[in-house]
Nanobody, 123 residues
């Protein structure tokens, strides 16, 4: 069984930065793609960014140029560096992994999920 635990969320002012971490346990995840999604109040969960096993990255247009996804396979950890945060980035952020080396935009293609971490950006 794979477990994912996110951390690093919190309250930040607009224009500020946060770094989310997601630690994986239960197996070696270096060959699997990892993704970050978010869900704002009253909205559906949406794709934020994904990274392949070899470090290939994709981002949602809404965060491109502001957010960076990275991974450290030696630590079984994936990161989401969020800069120039906006109030509309307020959401619960989830990390996920899938049993495939390729990243995906689609929520249903991920097999394991963390419990989420709250990010609140004040104006």
């Amino acid at each position: 069984q794979v477990q994912l635990v996110e951390s690093g969320g919190g309250l930040v002012q607009a224009g500020g930065s946060l770094r989310l971490s997601c630690g994986a346990s239960g197996r070696t995840f270096s060959n699997w793609a990892m993704g970050w999604f978010r869900q704002a109040p009253g909205k559906e969960r949406e794709f934020v960014a994904a990274i392949t096993w070899s470090g290939g990255r994709t981002w949602a247009d809404s965060v491109k140029g502001r957010f960076t996804i990275s991974r450290d396979n030696t630590k079984n950890t994936v990161y989401l560096q969020m800069n120039s945060l906006k109030p509309e980035d307020t959401a619960v952020y989830y990390c996920a992994t899938r049993r495939d080396y390729r990243g995906s935009y689609y929520e249903h293609e991920y097999d394991y999920w963390g419990q989420g971490t709250q990010v609140t950006v004040s104006s």
